[in-house]
C-alpha cells in the first residue's frame, strides 16, 4: 500500500472570528465568508468538499458533501505564519511571537549594527515595496541596509543587488537570526533583495528567503520522518521549518510555481506527506486589501484541486487547511484570529461527516500520524473507513 496525504494550507484563509478575536482587534473578520459577500465566489470543487456546510457559515447547505469538514480553533496565541504552521504538527505557542509596532529597540538596533558592521536605516513598520522606494536611494548611497518590520513577528532586511550579492544578504539575515533569539525570538527573518533605479525599485520575490526559528522537535512532521515516511515541502514550507525533518523541498515563491510543482510530485511520489503552502492569497491579496484579486486566487486554487481530486489515487487523502484569516475586506491589512477550514477526503475516508469544532490546528498532525503510523487522532475516529 502506498499511502500519500497532500496537505494544501491557502495562506490567510480563515472562516470567521474566534471566541478570542477581539483580544486581537479582529471582530467581524470572516476572511471566506466577508469576500463571498462582496464577490460570489464560484468553488465548485471545495463547495463538494464541505466548505459550505462549515458551522457558522451563512450558505446555502451543499447535499451530498464527498468529503468530511469541519473548522479548527486555534489553541496557540498568535495569528501569524509559523505560529499557525507548527501548530497543525503539535506545536503550541503560548506566548505570542514578539511584534514592533513602533521599530526594533534601541538594543537589538546596537546588535545589529555591530553585526553587520554597518548602520541601519528604516527600522518601522513598513509595505516593502514602499520602504524601497522610500530609502532606496539612501541605501544606495550609504551602503546601509534597510531593516524593518510589520503587523507579523518578523524582521526583514531589503538590500540592492547592486550592492550586497545575495548571499551577502543572506549572510546579514543568519547574523539577525542569530541576534533575534529568545524574548527577541521573531518567528521569521526575511531576505528582501531588490533591484532596479530610482524611483523604480522592485523586489525580486523569487531570491526571497526565510530564516525560521528552528521548531520544537516534539512534533508530527519530525516523527513521520524520524519513521521513514518521506516529507515534502513545497512553498514555504521548508523555510517555516527551517529545512528541519523535511526529505525534499521545493521552493516555489507563488502559486503557479506550486501548482507546477504538486503536478510533479503528483505523478512521480510513489508514497510520503507532501506540506504545501499556496502564498498568493495572504501575499499578494489579504494583506493589500485586494478583494478581488483573492477571490480569483480562491477560484484558481479550486480550478486546479479539480484537477487534482481527479488523478488521486485509491490510498491518497487530500487535506485543506488555513494557517490564520487575512480578510482584505476590513481596514486592516494585518492577519486576522479566525478559524480555519478543515476538508479531509479521499477513498479511506467517509463522505459527509460534519468534525464540527476542532481545538487545535494540531488535529492535522495528528490525523496524517494516524494514517502513516497508526496513532490514534480525533479526526481518524470519526471519518477512517472501517
Avoid at 151 to 178: F, G, M, N, P, W
Avoid at 240 to 249: G, H, K, L, P
Wanted: with cysteine; proline share 3%; charged share 25%.
Amino acid at each position: 500500500m502506498n499511502k500519500r496525504v497532500f496537505l494544501f494550507v491557502i495562506d490567510g484563509f480563515g472562516v470567521g472570528e474566534c471566541e478570542d478575536s477581539k483580544d486581537f482587534h479582529d471582530e467581524g473578520s470572516n476572511t471566506f465568508e466577508n469576500i463571498n459577500n462582496q464577490i460570489p465566489l464560484k468553488l465548485p470543487l471545495l463547495s463538494k468538499l464541505g466548505l459550505k456546510n462549515i458551522d457558522g457559515l451563512h450558505f446555502e447547505k451543499v447535499a451530498n458533501v464527498l468529503g468530511a469538514y469541519g473548522k479548527l480553533r486555534e489553541m496557540s496565541r498568535g495569528k501569524d505564519t509559523t505560529t499557525g504552521h507548527f501548530e497543525m504538527m503539535g506545536i503550541v505557542s503560548k506566548q505570542s511571537m514578539p511584534t514592533y509596532p513602533n521599530g526594533f529597540t534601541d538594543e537589538i538596533i546596537e546588535k545589529l549594527e555591530k553585526s553587520f558592521e554597518k548602520k541601519v536605516i528604516g527600522n518601522k513598520v513598513a509595505s516593502g515595496t514602499q520602504i524601497i522606494n522610500e530609502l532606496g536611494d539612501e541605501h544606495i548611497k550609504t551602503g546601509c541596509p534597510i531593516v524593518y518590520t510589520s503587523a507579523d513577528s518578523v524582521l526583514q532586511i531589503a538590500t540592492h543587488t547592486d550592492i550586497y550579492s545575495l548571499q551577502e544578504l543572506y549572510e546579514l539575515c543568519e547574523k539577525a537570526r542569530a541576534i533575534m533569539s529568545g524574548k527577541d525570538a521573531v518567528g521569521r527573518v526575511i531576505a528582501r533583495p531588490f533591484y532596479g533605479k530610482s524611483g523604480n525599485y522592485e523586489r525580486l520575490n523569487n531570491d526571497r528567503r526565510d530564516f525560521s526559528i528552528i521548531p520544537d522537535k516534539n512534533n508530527s512532521m519530525q516523527r513521520l520522518y524520524d519513521s521513514g515516511v518521506k516529507v515534502i515541502a513545497v512553498g514555504k514550507i521548508g523555510d517555516i521549518f527551517a529545512q528541519q525533518a523535511i526529505t525534499e523541498s521545493y521552493v516555489s515563491h507563488n502559486n503557479k510555481d506550486a501548482f507546477e510543482d504538486i503536478k510533479k510530485i503528483q505523478n512521480n511520489l510513489d508514497n510520503g506527506f507532501v506540506f504545501i503552502n499556496l502564498v498568493d492569497t495572504d501575499m499578494l491579496f489579504g494583506h493589500r486589501n485586494d478583494v478581488a484579486g483573492y477571490a480569483n486566487s480562491l477560484e484558481e486554487t479550486d480550478s486546479f484541486l479539480s484537477n487534482f481530486v481527479s488523478k488521486m489515487k485509491n490510498d491518497d487523502i487530500l487535506i485543506i487547511t488555513g494557517d490564520h484569516g487575512n480578510d482584505p475586506t476590513t481596514p486592516s491589512t494585518d492577519h486576522s484570529r479566525e478559524f480555519t477550514p478543515i476538508l479531509v477526503y479521499g477513498k479511506p475516508v467517509k463522505q459527509a461527516v460534519n468534525l464540527g469544532i476542532l481545538n487545535g490546528f494540531g488535529n492535522i498532525g495528528e490525523f496524517v500520524e494516524d494514517y502513516f503510523l497508526d496513532k490514534k487522532s480525533m479526526i481518524g475516529e470519526l471519518v477512517w473507513k472501517k
